[in-house]
């Protein structure tokens, strides 16, 4: 075991992968020479060269255009977006082409693509550098959509998504990037190495997709979270102390729905969070969800913590951000109801 920031772990993914597998490439913009804006790919290209490890032009739908055309072809690209917010340019590609291959060709041809992308806010990224855009992943057919929230899962995931047959989004928490977060903008970060999720195997290792993790067990409340939102959940329920089961979704697209349930089942009251504006946010999907599933289970209204419905404030992020206040207060008028 080897202590990583989540920047390591990815990266360690992707040397595991580029050194077992010759037809796994890793392209986009500034990935190569520089390493990326993040630095997640860092001395790959120094190792194995220009050829596998490349840089592209500033256009989104060219990188995931030529990267549906490789992977047709049986290559296994590993592609990047700078930022979550700059891959609307290659949606078409994505969602007409990539998650349609398998069946428009009737198997004859599989999309085994990675497109990486760091998401959220929490970094006074603003409005073009800070958004959530799963949902619009999660309602297209043929994609698996996951976003880690530790540096082990981070690992474990990205060699998991790399050895699929289909296309994976591969949402990136840049808050987590060098430390969980727990709300406090204004206290003393804190670094990878202080928290056992830090903890990384050496070498090759895979974290299924499509399964949660139970990160607290508790009776009293389910929280269902991804991302950032998973450390918030922590620190509402460390301050408010009711006790709460939190369940880390990992895995959007397939979702753990069998995990969620038992849980649900078990508390009978359910708050989800995410860190998406709210009108149409994967929350909305999840609360119907878990409706369909446990609705003579509930003992009260689910509740729902999320962005507001609008663009990313750059001078009032701490407003939008959904931090562990607005959970302990869903927390609270779900145990009142």
């Not at 296994?76 to 060709?105: G, K």
């Not at 043929?142 to 994976?168: R, W």
């Not at 149409?280 to 999840?286: T, V």
Request: aromatic letters at 10%; charged letters at 25%; one cysteine or more.
């Amino acid at each position: 075991m080897t202590r990583m920031t989540m920047i390591e772990a990815l990266r360690d993914a992707m040397d595991v992968k580029l050194n077992d597998d010759p037809k796994v490439l890793v392209f986009g913009e500034d990935v190569g020479y520089f390493g990326g804006v993040f630095r997640c790919t860092a001395g790959l290209q120094a190792k194995y060269g220009e050829e596998r490890v490349f840089d592209t032009p500033i256009n989104e739908s060219a990188i995931v255009g030529m990267a549906v055309g490789m992977a047709a072809q049986g290559m296994r690209p590993c592609v990047e977006m700078q930022f979550a917010d700059y891959v609307y340019p290659a949606y078409d590609q994505i969602t007409q082409e990539a998650a349609r291959l398998r069946h428009r060709s009737n198997e004859m041809f599989t999309c085994p693509l990675v497109i990486r992308m760091p998401t959220g806010g929490g970094i006074f990224g603003g409005q073009t550098h800070s958004q959530s855009p799963e949902a619009l992943f999660t309602h297209v057919a043929g994609l698996k959509v996951v976003m880690p929230s530790t540096p082990y899962d981070a690992k474990g995931l990205l060699i998991a998504a790399i050895e699929d047959p289909d296309p994976v989004i591969f949402f990136e928490p840049k808050r987590l990037y060098n430390g969980p977060f727990y709300g406090d903008h204004s206290g003393k970060s804190v670094g990878w190495a202080q928290h056992p999720a830090g903890e990384v195997p050496e070498g090759h290792y895979t974290v299924e997709i499509g399964k949660a993790d139970i990160r607290r067990a508790g009776s009293d409340v389910t929280i269902l979270a991804y991302g950032t939102m998973v450390y918030i959940a922590e620190a509402a329920v460390e301050k408010c102390g009711i006790d709460t089961e939190i369940i880390d979704l990992r895995s959007l697209l397939p979702l753990d729905l069998e995990t969620i349930k038992a849980s649900v089942e078990k508390t009978g009251r359910c708050v989800m969070i995410h860190e998406a504006t709210r009108t149409s946010g994967f929350g909305a999907e999840l609360i119907a969800e878990v409706q369909e599933a446990c609705f003579w289970h509930l003992k009260s209204p689910i509740q729902r913590v999320a962005g507001w419905d609008a663009p990313y404030p750059h001078a009032t992020e701490w407003d939008y951000f959904p931090g562990p206040e607005r959970v302990i207060r869903a927390l609270q008028k779900t145990m009142e109801d």
